[in-house]
């Protein structure tokens, strides 16, 4: 993409046009998996959570009750995930990564990582460190 006068000017505009190039380089790689970028976000939720309430799992991630529920179909059609009723509360579902869903997510990082090297294989070291330390500013809104 070429970026003339105006555009190159405003550095909220510049990121907008480097998300939407790291969003197809995630979703080129993530192809490779069959699964998308919210598959990677939950199962990357279940691996530093563990078996959670699939509420508590929707709330860590940020994700709607509906989005949840489809996201965890598609990952338990897959035999990743497992969901059961949580024995203290009928109403809750606990949900869980299977050992084919630590060995999809293994595959997954992979691929995210491979979108991270493409991105960034122009950047030394120390430029990905400073960048990575911007981006978290960013990300949680510390002006």
């Known amino acids: 993409m070429t970026l003339y006068g ?10 907008s046009g480097a998300a939407l190039r790291a969003q197809r380089l995630l979703c080129e790689y993530l192809d490779t998996t069959g699964l998308r970028m919210q598959h990677y976000r939950v199962m990357a939720g279940l691996a530093e959570l563990g078996e959670c309430t699939q509420a508590d799992l929707g709330r860590a991630l940020g994700l709607d009750a509906g989005n949840m ?3 965890l179909g598609d990952l338990e059609g897959r035999g990743a995930v497992t ?23 293994e595959e997954m990082d992979r691929a995210v990582e491979q979108a991270n090297e493409t991105m960034f294989a122009a950047f030394s070291p120390a430029e990905r460190e400073d960048f990575h330390k911007v981006l978290v500013r960013l990300a949680q809104g510390d002006q």
């Open 6 to 15: 105006r555009l190159v000017e405003l550095d909220v505009w510049l990121l």
């Open 69 to 71: 529920v489809a996201l």
């Open 83 to 105: 969901r059961k009723t949580d024995p203290a509360n009928r109403r809750r579902n606990l949900v869980r990564s299977t050992e084919e869903g630590r060995k999809l997510f």
